[in-house]
């Protein structure tokens, strides 16, 4: 009776665990525990608002529980790290009374379900990431309801343990802009979050580098040097050029080229924000790294083949373990892509036709095969006299698709052409055609009208 009981114990504290930490760990894309504890000790920093972050996260996870989310999604902390985000931004800019603590619990709650709202209907649609919108969409109803309850908005940070005056100005600026990810542009949270980030990836470290010399050009441009502003647009650019550079392209000097570039649109997403949103008093917060990672990953997932940079078509990890993963695949199976394809049907066909054959498989159309059923042992493929198309025995049989992917595109509705005789306007009949990944494409056709069983857009 104990032990079962100590033993649920342990698993409950252990998820737990890995729930807090996973939250804080997904700021900075990663899925490390220690990484997780060193971004959680570096808000402690400043106890007040470190105290603050941690309690949302713990109050996320347990209203994702709640509402029936899965365990796996909660302990990754894909709940958490969006309420983290509101958890410090509100303790920052509210005075710690009833009325703002009360704000920030409904924040929490909203942000939970925005976040599952957003994370399905992202990644169903566009297969993109949810990144942080949840939390710009609400800490900006934050903003603007707390002046309506009473709350004034009063931006309250301490110096910090380190003095300003102990650095030179632009690694003051760089561990300033890492610590203002969390809302605390200080120093010493600055350094730890940078010790953070070593940990994490080395490759991460090199790309926050690129991304703040961008930043430090960028708001030399235009002249802005003083403020929080600088700090914005500084872990704004660090964090598009992590995004773009190592977790979503396989690392490597493409990637790195358009991890600039991706700074350089960020650049104008935010000159453009900033003269939208200053006549309204509305911070520039994280929303460039959103607009920015979004648009360009959408973009890049538009290309006919998917060359340098390439896509990291598997679950990502830290930048090494992308490029360690991806060089591993290619070395054994000689692919840039990870799909396994199978045949599409089931039982056994007979291939009557394949590339570059000597029918109809030439020039554009040289890459296909052709599938029909025969029977034992005479290898006919038709009964009687073959004159009808019922007479085939592949006719009317399930056809299933190569591999996992989404309906990128169908053709339904074309009528069975007579046995004999040749459609060459429609010459590929009714069809399905599955997207596996960027630049890879399957095609399963001349299938019977009105049999189709999906729509454009569906996952298989």
């Not at 309690?55 to 990754?76: C, D, H, K, N, Q």
């Amino acid at each position: 009776m104990i032990e079962p009981l100590r033993s649920r114990g342990v698993e409950t504290l252990s998820a737990v665990r890995d729930s807090v930490l996973h939250s804080y760990s997904q700021i900075l894309f990663s899925r490390s525990l220690p990484v997780g504890g060193g971004l959680l000790l570096a808000t402690l920093i400043a106890p007040r608002i470190g105290l603050s972050g941690l309690s949302a996260v713990l109050l996320a996870a347990l209203i994702a529980l709640a509402l029936g989310f899965t365990e796996e999604s909660i302990r990754a902390g894909l709940f958490g790290y969006n309420a983290l985000l509101v958890g410090l931004g509100a303790a920052v800019l509210l005075p710690p009374e009833p009325i703002s603590i009360g704000l920030t619990v409904v924040s929490v709650i909203a942000v939970v379900i925005v976040s599952g709202a957003f994370q399905s209907a992202l990644g169903s649609v566009f297969g993109l990431p949810s990144l942080t919108l949840p939390f710009l969409l609400v800490f900006y109803l934050l903003l603007g309801g707390a002046p309506l309850l009473g709350q004034e908005l009063v931006y309250t940070i301490d110096g910090g343990l380190i003095a300003d005056e102990a650095l030179p100005p632009l690694m003051r600026g760089y561990l300033s802009s890492l610590g203002a990810i969390f809302f605390l542009p200080r120093i010493d949270v600055g350094l730890v979050v940078l010790a953070a980030l070593l940990v994490y990836s080395r490759i991460g470290f090199l790309l926050s580098l690129l991304g703040y010399a961008v930043a430090v050009l960028a708001t030399g441009l235009i002249q802005v040097q003083t403020g929080l502003l600088p700090l914005v647009i500084g872990y704004n650019f660090i964090l598009v050029s992590i995004a773009l550079g190592g977790v979503w392209f396989v690392p490597g000097p493409a990637s790195f080229v358009l991890a600039a570039v991706g700074t350089l649109v960020s650049g104008l997403v935010s000159l453009g924000l900033i003269a939208l949103l200053a006549p309204s008093g509305i911070p520039l917060l994280i929303l460039p790294f959103n607009a920015t990672v979004l648009l360009v990953l959408h973009a890049m997932r538009q290309r006919m083949q998917d060359q340098a940079p390439r896509s990291v078509d598997f679950v990502p990890g830290s930048p090494e373990q992308n490029l360690r993963y991806f060089r591993a695949r290619l070395a054994r199976f000689g692919t840039r892509y990870w799909i396994r394809f199978r045949a599409p049907f089931m039982g056994t066909w007979v291939c009557t036709q394949g590339v570059d054959g000597e029918i109809s498989h030439r020039d554009a159309w040289r890459h296909a095969f052709d599938f029909e059923v025969a029977d034992e042992p005479e290898g006919r493929t038709f009964r009687g006299e073959g004159l009808e198309l019922d007479d085939y025995l592949c006719f009317g049989l399930p056809v299933l698709a190569t591999a996992d992917g989404q309906v990128a595109r169908i053709c339904d509705g074309v009528p069975d052409n007579p046995v004999g005789e040749l459609n060459l306007r429609q010459n590929w009949g009714n069809y399905v055609i599955l997207r596996h990944a960027v630049g890879l494409h399957s095609m399963v056709a001349h299938l019977s009208p009105g049999t189709l069983t999906v729509r454009e857009g569906d996952f298989v």
